[in-house]
Structures are given as C-alpha cells and as structure tokens.
C-alpha cells in the first residue's frame, strides 16, 4: 500500500508565480512529514519539514501546510524561480523509518 | 566540506557476483540509510541505522545486507545481485533521526545483467 501518495507526476508553472505542490498521506502514525528536492545525477535535498502537531511552517519562499484531517500536505513555493525546476519528493516519518512519495517533476515556465 | 560520499559512482556487474557499495560521512551523523530509486516508484528505504552495530529493516531489505561497525561507514552488500535489483541508489544521513535533515550521497547507479 502506498502511504505516502504525490498524484501529480508533474507540474508547470510560470516564472514568478506560485507553485503547489500536494501530497497525502494514509498513515495517520507519521511523526513528522518532509519534503526533498532534486536535480538530476544529484542526490535529493532537504527542503523543509512539519511536525505532524503544527499546520504550517515557513522558510523563505518556502512555506508547508498540513491539514490533518484530510491527510493532505502540500508545498507553496512564491514567488517560483528558474531553479526550482526539479523533482519533489514528500515523506513521512513515523520512529525511525521514512516513506517517500514518488515525487513530482516541476518545470517553471520562462 | 560536509558530505556523504559514495563509492562508486556507477557499476555494471552480472547476476549473482557479490558487490558492496560503500558509503561514509564525515558529519559525526548517528543515522545512516540506503535508498534506491526507481522509475514511477520514487525512493524506498532499505535499511537505516540509529547508530554503531544498530541496523534495521527499512520498506524495501530483500536481497540486502549493511553492517555499521564504525560511525562514519555504512556500506550496502548485495551477497547475489538480480536483474531487480537494478536502480539508482543513494545513501544518506542526518544527525540523529529520520525526520531531520537528511544529506544524501550523489548516488550509486548499479545495472546488473
């Protein structure tokens, strides 16, 4: 069972405007949920993460929600840049094992 | 310069001939894991470790084996590769648990034949 869903395999937005990024979840037990970026022949990096006790939680252009009662999480990217075309992976982590999603490519539009 | 390097970078072999892919970070992290990833299935956990001679089953530990005998080294051992397990795999860690901040490795592309 896939408990970490992104049913978006990918996305694209232009330059300038906001990206979003969604992803639900089936297992309530996660602690903590995360999301990762990556660029190809690179290893993913970490974006920002939320406690599972929190709705919200910003770094810069980078803010995440999560509504818990739907199980749903998603990325606000604002304003979208060139470099942040990339693949985007969402995880849970529940003790200490994480589960990711499948990721979704993100192509910012010029 | 803080990093997770992993050795080597790509790796052609044949079905059944034992490999071992190492990875080691210089971060003093607790927590180390092994990922791979596939076309439409994103990234699955192998196997991850709290800490020295602590290792335990992540998503995906058929056909793997790691060891943890020193802090910075956590090196993924296939004992007899398959065709399957053909994949991108990346090691990562973070300092202590799985929900920080994880850094990965650039990753190890393995084709087995």
């Known amino acids: 069972d896939q408990q970490v869903k992104q049913n978006s395999p990918s996305l694209s937005v232009q330059e300038g405007r906001i990206s979003i990024l969604n992803c639900d979840y089936t297992?309530?037990?996660?602690?903590?949920f995360l999301w990762y970026k990556k660029y190809p022949a690179e290893g993913p990096t970490f974006l920002i993460s939320?406690?599972?006790?929190?709705d919200k939680n910003e770094d810069g252009r980078f803010t995440v929600f999560l509504n818990k009662s739907a199980k749903h999480l998603s990325l606000h990217i604002v304003p979208s840049q060139p470099g942040d075309s990339a693949v985007y992976f969402c995880?849970?982590?529940?003790?200490?094992?994480?589960?990711f999603g499948k990721g979704t490519r993100l192509h910012i539009l010029p | 310069e803080a990093q997770v390097t992993q050795n080597p970078r790509y790796l052609i072999t044949v079905t059944g001939k034992k490999l071992t892919v190492t990875c080691s970070q210089n971060?003093?992290?607790?927590?180390m894991s092994w990922y791979r990833q596939d076309p439409g299935l994103g990234l699955r956990q192998i196997y991850y470790?709290?800490?020295?001679?602590?290792?335990d089953k992540g998503d995906v530990p058929e056909g793997y084996k790691v060891s943890r005998k020193e802090k910075r080294n956590f090196p993924l051992i296939l004992e007899s590769p398959s065709p399957n397990q053909t994949s991108l795999y990346f090691c990562?860690?973070?300092?202590?648990?799985?929900?920080?901040?994880?850094?990965f490795g650039s990753g190890t592309q393995l084709s087995v034949l």
């Open positions: 990562a860690s973070s300092l202590s648990r799985s929900w920080e901040k994880l850094f």
């Open positions: 297992n309530s037990m996660f602690d903590y």
């Open positions: 939320i406690s599972s006790i929190k």
């Open positions: 995880a849970g982590s529940r003790d200490d094992k994480i589960i």
């Open positions: 971060m003093n992290h607790e927590y």
């Open positions: 470790s709290m800490n020295v001679e602590v290792t």
